[in-house]
């Protein structure tokens, strides 16, 4: 009723053809869409809800053709571009896909975001070497953005050169008038190297630089925390990160943490139980911290069912990581250990794992 009789945008036009498909007309869904297209040609909207409808009934051809009709009129949109490329690659056109990326990349050279796409693009398709090229040019082009450079230390990660990704990022993070984004990368990249001196380092030069960066006190709070290092100036750092950023996971996760290697059981219960509900909060690793917290508290039952909630959070659709198979590994001794414990004694068990 309100596509009838207030059909006076595109919103309009989607909201009768979903309705239509709800009620089993597809054909009268693709009609309103196709007039809808007509009427708006310059409807992102509209050309992505058409694009959705042929993915969704398996019309992968059409929904390349239906897209590039909607990137004549909008040569310049990202989402539309993208579409396109999701088509041509599920229609196994890896090379139109390349030529697409690289047309769309080239007609604004000092778009981040289109170059990101198609460099993603080439090394999504085992083209390193023409990223590289690509990247070299965008360098030569323009020798003082510094995203280039950044675009490439991707690269070079992504394609497991991390010595040349780490020699770039020197150069970046150690400029006269360094950007903190670069040293946190600079310092990510030696904490996966292995380099812990290094990577601590880093992170109190962007902590001299921006004493109240959160993410900078978050990480190395937790660093601390994990190693019941510094946990008074560890937990100063986790309540600065929470106060800046209170719905962000990690940080309330850091906080509860901290608490917990303080023996402050309570505090850390408050603070996992919040993280848990905030978005990203639902998985295993925070389970197990809520977990393990419960159980030192002595409720028992309530640790078993957080471990247990945690592992079917881990069920993989497909292999588990390395980090994930540690998790699960967790998981399971606690698991055994309580169920043992409660059916030797009839109860839970209340001494701590």
């Known amino acids: 009723m309100y596509a009838v009789n207030f ?8 909201f009768a053809a979903v309705n239509a498909e709800r009620h089993g007309s597809v054909a009268e869904a693709h009609k309103l869409l196709s007039e809808g ?13 058409i694009w959705q409808e042929d993915i969704g009934h398996h019309h992968i051809a059409q929904s390349a053709k239906d897209i590039r009709l909607a990137l004549a009129q909008m040569p310049d949109n990202p989402a539309l571009t993208s579409a396109l490329l999701q088509s041509l690659l599920a229609l196994r056109q890896p090379q139109q896909a390349m030529s697409a990326a690289r047309a769309f990349a080239g007609r604004q050279l000092r778009s981040r975001s289109r170059q990101a796409m ?8 085992h083209q390193a070497q023409t990223a590289e090229k690509w990247l070299s040019k965008l360098a030569t082009a323009m020798p003082h953005q510094r995203w280039v450079s950044r675009l490439k230390v991707e690269m070079l990660e992504r394609i497991k050169r991390p010595q040349q990704a780490l020699a770039l990022l020197k150069v970046l993070a150690h400029e006269p008038e360094p950007r903190v984004a670069d040293i946190l990368a600079l310092a990510d990249l030696r904490y996966e190297q292995g380099d812990l001196t290094a ?14 960066h959160a993410e900078a006190n978050n990480d190395l709070a937790y660093f601390w925390a994990q190693r019941h290092k510094h946990l008074a100036k560890s937990l100063a750092m986790a309540k600065l990160a929470v106060r800046e950023y209170p719905r962000d996971t990690a940080s309330r996760d ?17 603070e996992f139980r919040i993280a848990v509900t905030l978005p990203g909060g639902e998985n295993a690793a925070e389970f197990l911290h809520l977990g393990d917290t419960l159980h030192k508290l002595n409720q028992n039952s309530f640790a078993l069912h957080s471990w247990e909630h945690g592992i079917d959070l881990l069920k993989p659709t497909g292999g588990l990581s390395r980090h994930e198979k540690e998790l699960r590994a967790r998981l399971v001794k606690r698991i055994a250990r309580e169920k043992k414990f409660q059916a030797l004694d009839g109860l839970p068990h209340g001494q701590g794992l």
Not at 7 to 14: L, N, Y
Not at 37 to 49: G, V
């Open 199 to 212: 990577y601590v380092m880093e992170m109190k030069r962007i902590l001299a630089i921006e004493p109240t």
């Open 118 to 125: 198609y460099v993603d693009m080439l090394l999504n398709l």
């Open 254 to 270: 850091t906080l509860g943490w901290i608490y917990y290697r303080l023996g402050q059981f309570r505090g850390a219960l408050k």
């Open 37 to 49: 297209a007509r009427r708006y040609p310059m409807s992102q909207r509209i050309a992505m809800a």
């Open 7 to 14: 059909q006076t945008d595109s919103r309009s036009v989607i």
